[in-house]
């Protein structure tokens, strides 16, 4: 496999820290639950799909293999 990029390292620490907020908000929203409807808990639930949906597209994106975009000019 081809050696990482910078950008895609950088990537895959997005894609964690994306992760580690989905669980906070996560645990916000079940402290916050209390029985009732309470809008903060469904914003904190969209929250989670949010961060989560971020998280697996960049680890997508960061684990790809990405060809070398590079126009190289023959010299004749």
Partial sequence: MKER???????MGVA???YVASIACAIIAAILSDG???PAVAS???S???FAGVGIVLQV???TSLPSL???RERT
């Fill in 44 to 46: 904190m639930m969209a």
């Fill in 61 to 63: 994106i960061s684990s």
């Fill in 16 to 18: 964690v820290v994306s």
């Fill in 70 to 72: 590079k126009v190289e």
């Fill in 5 to 11: 990029s910078k950008i895609q390292k950088v990537l």
């Fill in 48 to 50: 989670v799909v949010f």
């Fill in 36 to 38: 009732a409807a309470n």
